[in-house]
C-alpha cells in the first residue's frame, strides 16, 4: 500500500502538462484528488477517466487562481469530505514571450505575475491553516530552473519563478515548528503546452525549443513530485531540480 492511499491532494492547473501528469500519478498511488483549472469541461473529462481507472475519489473544481475572492470560496465551500487537504500541489503556471524588457508586451507581465506569484499565494493562503491546526501536511510548488538562474529575454517570467523560490524557502521557516513538509521540484526544459503558450500559439517557435535534443515530459516531473510526496513522515526534500540529460544549466543545452 502507498503512502498515499487515501490522502488528499489539492492539484492547481490540473488539465495540462505536468499538472494533468501529477493528477494521474497520485491516483494510481491511490491518493484521492481534488482538480482544479479555469476549463471545466476538460476537468470532467480527466476525472471520469481517473475515476475508470483508479478505485479512487475526484472532485474537479473551475478555478481562476488569479480571483482570490473565487481561490477563497472554493476552499471554504468545500464539501464536509474533501475538507481536509493533506497534499497541495501549487502547479498552476505560465509563461509569456520571450522579449528583451524593453520591448516586451506589460500584458504578459501581468497575466504572470497574477498567475505564478499572486495565484499560488492565494491558494497556499486559504489551504495552509488547516494543516497548521492539524499540525500536519505538505506543500510541493512546481519551480523552475528560471527561478534559480536568470536569462536574457525572460526578466519577468525568471521573477516570478524567483518569487516562488522565496516564498517556498520562507513557508519552510515560518512552518518549521509545524510539522509541514515545504518542497520544491524545479524542472529544466519539460516539452508541455508551456512554449506554446508563452509564444502565443506560435507552434513552431514552441517545436524549436526543444528541437534537436530529449527534452522532459510532464511524467519525468510527475515522478520526481511523487518521489518528494512519498517520503517517510521525517524526510522533507526541500528542493529538487531536474534537467535532461542534455541540459546543465538554465541556457546550457546540447542539440544534436
Same mark, same amino acid.
Not at 497574477?114 to 489551504?127: F, S
Not at 492539524?134 to 506543500?139: A, D, E, L
Given at each position: 500500500?502507498? @503512502? ?41 473529462? *480527466? +476525472? ?44 498552476? !503556471?505560465?509563461?509569456? !514571450? ?9 500584458? !504578459? ?13 492565494? &491558494? ?9 491546526? @492539524? ?9 523552475? *530552473? ?20 522565496? *516564498? ?36 513552431? %517557435? ?5 528541437? !534537436?535534443?530529449?527534452?522532459? &515530459? ?7 513530485? *511523487? ?5 517517510? +513522515?521525517?524526510?522533507?526534500? +526541500? ?9 546543465? +544549466?538554465? %541556457? ?5
Amino acid at each position: 500500500m502507498s @503512502r498515499l492511499t487515501g490522502k488528499t491532494v489539492f492539484i492547481t492547473g490540473a488539465t495540462s502538462g505536468i499538472g494533468k501528469s501529477c493528477v494521474y500519478a497520485f491516483a494510481k498511488e491511490g491518493a484521492n484528488l481534488i482538480i482544479t483549472a479555469r476549463r471545466i469541461e476538460k476537468l470532467n473529462e *480527466i +476525472a471520469e477517466d481517473i475515476k475508470k481507472t483508479f478505485s479512487v475519489s475526484v472532485l474537479p473544481l473551475k478555478l481562476d487562481v488569479q480571483k482570490r475572492d473565487e481561490v477563497k470560496k472554493i476552499v471554504a465551500d468545500l464539501p464536509e469530505e474533501w475538507k481536509k487537504i493533506d497534499i497541495l500541489l501549487n502547479n498552476a !503556471g505560465l509563461g509569456r !514571450g520571450l522579449n528583451k524588457l524593453y520591448e516586451d508586451n506589460p500584458d !504578459g507581465w501581468d497575466e504572470m505575475i497574477d498567475t505564478n506569484v499572486k495565484g499560488l499565494l492565494y &491558494v497556499t493562503r486559504e489551504i495552509i491553516p488547516q494543516m497548521v491546526e @492539524r499540525k500536519n501536511g505538505h506543500i510541493i510548488m512546481i519551480g523552475s *530552473i528560471a527561478g534559480r538562474e536568470p536569462y536574457s529575454k525572460g526578466a519577468v517570467y525568471c521573477a516570478t519563478k524567483f518569487a516562488v523560490n522565496a *516564498i517556498t524557502r520562507s513557508l519552510r521557516l515560518d512552518v518549521v515548528d509545524k510539522n509541514i513538509r515545504i518542497s520544491t521540484v524545479d524542472p529544466g526544459l519539460v516539452e508541455t503546452g508551456f512554449s506554446e503558450v508563452r509564444f502565443y500559439g506560435d507552434t513552431e %517557435t514552441a517545436k524549436n525549443v526543444y528541437k !534537436g535534443l530529449t527534452p522532459l &515530459v510532464g511524467d519525468d516531473i510527475a515522478d520526481a513530485v *511523487i518521489y518528494v510526496a512519498t517520503r517517510p +513522515a521525517h524526510v522533507n526534500i +526541500a528542493e529538487m531540480v531536474v534537467f535532461p540529460t542534455a541540459q546543465a +544549466a538554465a %541556457t546550457t543545452v546540447h542539440r544534436e
